[in-house]
């Protein structure tokens, strides 16, 4: 049992920094991009990204503004996914499996991600 | 209720008015992706293999293109998501495929937006602008005018600029060229049309201005003197030209057919060029020796 827990946290953080990289990924960012923005070195970024380093709370709630996503979302705490009961998910059934994906990441990134004008303003903080 | 056409025409006035509420300058070319970001809205590009683009309602409403086709295609893309955005109160989400943006559709929730998207990328100061600076006054002129400010959508507005018939032009709805006679349409509202005899040649080539047409070549005599030897691959709705080149293989006339087809659908063609290939026999080597 006394072991358990560690094993929990290491997952939870590998899990963490994949969602990490996703979301900066699907933002089209750089990592030299996000190290610019937290004022930290790139291999910084890069060790987040591969859970070798854990990240802080001020660092992931400026992570989250940066790549639009709601901090409960980065930890894990909140799926995003569109509802199968949407009009949304029920469209997309006649697609691909790539367009469903894409139009679905999109939504869950829409849900999300407030206005566009806020983003810019943020990244010029 | 109001008519169909009613409605198509409510569909362009509103895009006009989206111009003049965004502050866009109707005489250059429409920036539709900064219009787009400039309304509050999100723009994304990503690849889609069946759709050109979305629009979702989610949060603060996006838009979503595919990035596998051309610039032409994409800006028309973003307009006619911006139609839905824009006449369906940014309410309902759109997963539009070719048919939905491009091709004949019987969904008028897609018409109007094909409307919308037409008059939003070809104002009429945009295009009254460019034909004063380059003197145009033909049909060809102002269909090259719509390839020429990316949008290849051009059949509605130069429709509406020459008073042309709905038969006379391609339209985006597809529903053109189906059984006017081309002696009927005005001759400023004909397409291009090239008879040309080419003597005493063994090769000929045509360019064709291309925007989002695939052109099928076939020779409606003696199929065996003909022989197609290239057809360059083009992206639709592209800026370009596609070359064809012919080899006649035997002398005499011959009368070459080359039809212009939509490549959306299987609509009757858009339009035809008739070439006549007159070839003459070269006399034998040894004869020209003798001369």
Redesign the interface.
């Known amino acids: 049992m006394s072991t358990d827990a560690p094993e929990s946290d290491a997952s939870e953080e590998m899990a963490l920094a994949q969602r990490l990289r996703g979301a900066r990924e699907y933002v089209g960012l750089l990592q030299e991009d996000v190290a610019a923005a937290l004022d930290i070195p790139r291999a910084s970024v890069s060790a987040i990204e591969s859970g070798k380093r854990r990240v802080a709370s001020l660092e992931l709630r400026r992570l989250g503004r940066l790549y639009r996503r709601p901090v409960a979302w980065l930890l894990g705490e909140e799926g995003g996914e569109v509802d199968m009961d949407t009009p949304l998910y029920r469209a997309t059934a006649a697609l691909s499996d790539q367009d469903k994906e894409q139009v679905l990441r999109f939504a869950e990134f829409l849900a999300g991600a407030g206005r566009p004008g806020a983003a810019r303003a943020e990244r010029t903080e | 209720m109001a008519s169909g056409h009613t409605r198509r025409l409510t569909a362009a006035s509103s895009a006009s008015r989206l111009l003049i509420e965004a502050g866009v300058d109707q005489t250059r070319q429409v920036d539709v992706f900064g219009l787009v ?1 400039s309304l ?5 590009f ?6 050109l683009g ?1 629009y ?1 309602p ?5 838009i ?1 293109i595919t990035t596998e086709r051309s610039t032409p295609i994409q800006r028309y893309t973003a307009a006619h998501e911006l139609g839905h955005w824009r006449l369906d109160g940014g309410h309902d ?1 759109a ?1 539009d495929t070719e048919s939905d943006v491009l091709g004949r559709t019987d969904i008028e929730r897609e018409t109007l937006a094909q409307v919308f998207a037409g008059a939003l990328l070809m104002p009429p100061p945009l295009v009254h602008s460019i034909l004063s600076r380059r003197n145009a006054t033909s049909l060809g002129q102002s269909i090259w005018l719509g390839t020429a400010n990316g949008s290849s959508m051009s059949g509605p507005m130069t429709r509406s600029l020459f008073r042309c018939p709905k038969t006379a032009v391609p339209a985006t709805d597809g529903r053109s060229q189906t059984s006017v006679r081309v002696q009927d349409v005005p001759r400023h509202c004909r397409l291009p049309r090239s008879p040309t005899t080419y003597p005493q040649t063994r090769r000929t080539r045509r360019w064709l201005n291309q925007s989002r047409r695939l052109a099928r070549l076939g020779a409606s005599e003696s199929r065996d003197a003909v022989q197609h030897v290239r057809n360059e691959k083009i992206v639709a709705g592209a800026m370009g030209r596609r070359v064809f080149g012919i080899q006649l293989r035997e002398p005499g006339k011959t009368q070459l057919r080359l039809v212009l087809r939509n490549e959306y659908g299987d609509a009757d063609p858009v339009d035809e060029y008739r070439i006549t290939a007159a070839v003459e026999a070269r006399p034998p080597e040894s004869s020209r020796t003798r001369r």
């Open positions: 970001e509050g809205l999100w723009l994304a990503f690849p889609l293999d069946g759709l979305a979702l989610e949060g603060a409403g996006g979503l989400a997963l």
